[in-house]
């Protein structure tokens, strides 16, 4: 039987507000993560989003439990204080099994006259479903009120295939941009530093070329440093003492070399299930890097890196000497 639930007293897995660097702009924006059907995909090593879903529901009750939650939104923020609203599903709102087509078009009603982005995997982004639901969100206040937001996480069909086991191919990626831009949005591309079995050097060098190739069709980059979910195949590693999160130290060395502005939300940064240092600089570096995604400046990223701590020639160590397919040399 499905899982008895009622529309009543729904509300998103998550939400919050902030701010964001969209199109070269600082904004206020609010973020919602929304209890959906669940991504259709489900198998990405590092992600632990799979399992907060809705199981079994019919789709007219699925659909009624994702305007609940929109409802519950709408009772506890202004939202004519967001300029910019992002929103996730833990896999693609352009999967009607997942987002139904009633619950998307709600969306777009709740956000009219806002920069909206949402999330989707590649295969469901088609340029008639984007066009009509750029329509619907468009009032004549911003040139591109939409951005389709799908994870590439790397350039390298082998690394997304072993280290994330994410169902597709950069060329897939592409043709779904090519599809989002067709129907006038805008594309937003996350890219993750340090899957599993990648050394730290390698998942440097990894992310670098993956934005140099993700810079050629995304009007936005997004980095994100890999962190520890619960109940994820990274996780057993991680408990093994086979993964460690990368560096604080090799997301700065990643941004200092991207040609092109990314943002980045180190989460759980300072934590050990997040990307981390010595404990000592991270809250410093933390910030500096959430700083530098909301201004663009670069001189702040070379101060932090230059201002150092004890545990860079630590870093620098591991750059050195760790090797592929072995035991990571920290924790």
Avoid at 271 to 279: L, Q, T, V, Y
Wanted: charged fraction near 25%; glycine fraction near 8%; aromatic fraction near 8%.
């Amino acid at each position: 039987m499905g899982e008895q639930v009622t529309a009543a007293g729904e509300k998103p897995v998550a939400s919050w507000a902030g701010m964001d660097r969209h199109r070269n702009e600082a904004m206020p924006s609010l973020t919602i993560i929304l209890r959906s059907g669940g991504c259709r995909w489900g198998r990405c090593r590092m992600c632990g989003y799979r399992s907060v879903r809705y199981a079994g529901l019919s789709e007219t009750d699925l659909e009624q439990r994702i305007i609940a939650q929109l409802r519950w939104v709408q009772d506890q923020f202004d939202l004519r204080t967001f300029p910019l609203i992002k929103i996730y599903s833990s896999g693609s709102v352009f999967d009607p099994a997942e987002v139904p087509l009633g619950a998307r078009e709600r969306i777009a009603t709740l956000f009219r006259g806002k920069i909206v982005v949402v999330e989707s995997r590649p295969e469901f982004v088609h340029e008639k479903e984007v066009a009509e639901f750029r329509g619907q969100l468009d009032d004549g206040t911003y040139a591109r009120p939409l951005a389709v937001a799908m994870g590439l996480e790397t350039a390298d069909d082998a690394v997304r295939e072993k280290s994330i086991d994410k169902g597709f191919t950069t060329e897939d990626y592409r043709c779904a941009a090519a599809e989002a831009h067709r129907a006038g949005a805008d594309v937003k591309t996350y890219l993750l530093q340090k899957p599993l079995f990648l050394t730290e050097q390698e998942s440097i060098d990894d992310v670098v070329r993956s934005i140099n190739v993700a810079a050629s069709f995304s009007e936005i980059i997004s980095l994100n440093p890999c962190n520890v979910q619960s109940g994820t195949v990274l996780e057993a590693c991680w408990k093994k003492g086979a993964y460690r999160p990368p560096y604080l130290w090799s997301v700065i060395r990643t941004l200092r070399q991207s040609p092109v502005h990314v943002v980045c939300d180190p989460v759980g940064g300072g934590h050990a299930r997040g990307p981390h240092n010595c404990g000592d600089c991270d809250k410093e570096i933390v910030d500096g890097i959430r700083t530098y995604s909301l201004t663009g400046d670069t001189a702040l990223l070379k101060d932090l890196e230059e201002r150092g701590c004890a545990c860079r020639k630590e870093w620098e160590y591991v750059l050195r000497e760790e090797r592929p397919y072995c035991m990571p040399l920290t924790r």
